[in-house]
């Protein structure tokens, strides 16, 4: 039988492994904004739709080289 105190009563902790990202960046689309009527202005004063797209790893290089954003048949390639 246990009594309060036991060691079979008592918790233990246990330390997790390391866990680290990958090396391939992997960017996050970070915020959207659609149907953009009265917000932010672009570089040409019109209020367009956006997305901004984040690297989660600044000391990796994210390359969207060759990446488009589709909506139906519409396509848009990514620009710096």
Do not use: C, Y
């Not at 866990?19 to 932010?40: D, F, W």
């Not at 956006?50 to 990796?60: C, G, M, Q, T, V």
């Amino acid at each position: 039988m246990k009594t309060p105190g036991s060691r079979a009563n008592q918790a233990t902790i246990e330390t997790l492994e390391v866990r680290r990202l990958l090396t391939a960046v992997t960017p996050v689309i970070s915020e959207i904004l659609a149907g953009n009527k009265n917000g932010i202005k672009d570089s040409f004063g019109v209020n367009a739709d956006w997305l901004e797209i984040s690297n989660p790893d600044p000391r990796l290089t994210a390359d969207l080289t060759g990446w488009k954003l589709k909506l139906q048949e519409h396509s848009l390639s990514f620009r710096r």
